[in-house]
């Protein structure tokens, strides 16, 4: 009497599905791999350069429901490093943009958050600073407007920069340091299309650069999924 065949096909189907999953654990890899060249590529086009092992540990993070993959080695705070939703993620940037010295390139901040919790800095330009500008104009980077802001509003020691011929105009606040032989701190706040709030910060001397600010930015937050 013949031993019926069902043994040999729980054998078969056990080695196929052995087989399924190793397929699917080299896919992951994959897709992994190529999110991080992904991410380089921007970086690198950007003129930022993060090393090797920070594009390994990349971190899931779901914000505003955008779900965004970050490298590790962008994160400002270490409790940040973890997967899952947030309310917001703080990331620190290093690169290089046309108008400002190869030798000094440029450190942003980068604080990423629903932008139901940010108003863009064109919207503050129209609805805010116009009516609290000085008479005073202070002479800055070439297609920059600076116009300090009047301190009985309470912008005491603050100026408004802004490019005046565009629709949709680059606008950064900044306010001169209290500590003598430091740099001016400048924020300047975007909602991106993906509805995410971006708020940048970043030294007075960035300015320079402020032609490429924004196309800059944006290869790198498109990189991580957030644009």
């Known amino acids: 009497m013949q031993t019926p065949a069902a043994p040999t096909r729980s054998r078969y189907d056990g080695a196929a599905i052995a ?4 397929g699917l654990a080299l896919l992951a890899v994959m897709i992994a791999l190529a999110a991080a060249y992904l991410v380089d590529h921007q970086a690198r086009q950007s003129g930022m350069a993060p090393v090797e092992a920070e594009l390994a540990a990349t971190i899931t993070k779901t914000i505003a429901g955008r779900e965004l993959r ?10 940040e490093r973890v997967d899952g939703f947030a309310g917001e993620a703080s990331l620190h940037t290093t690169l290089t943009l046309d108008g400002m010295a190869a030798a000094e390139p440029a450190t942003i901040d980068i604080t990423l958050i629903s932008r139901s919790r940010l108003r863009a800095s064109s ?6 600073y116009l009516h609290q500008f000085t008479d005073e104009t202070v002479d800055g980077p070439t297609g920059l407007v600076g116009k300090p802001l009047a301190a009985s ?3 005491a020691g603050e100026t408004v920069w ?4 565009a629709g949709e105009p680059f606008v950064a606040k900044c306010l001169t ?10 924020l300047r706040a975007v909602i ?14 960035v300015l320079a ?15 991580i999924g957030a644009w």
């Open 153 to 155: 509003s309470g912008y």
């Open 209 to 223: 650069g402020w032609k490429g600010f924004d196309a800059a930015m944006r290869r790198l937050l498109t990189a």
């Open 123 to 128: 919207t503050l330009l129209d609805a805010v």
């Open 162 to 165: 802004y490019d005046p011929l």
């Open 70 to 79: 970050i490298p590790a080695g962008w994160l400002r705070k270490d409790a």
């Open 19 to 22: 087989y399924n999953l190793v």
């Open 192 to 205: 991106l299309p993906s509805g995410i709030g971006v708020l940048y910060e970043f030294d007075e001397t």
């Open 177 to 186: 340091p209290v500590e003598p032989d430091t740099e001016a701190k400048c």
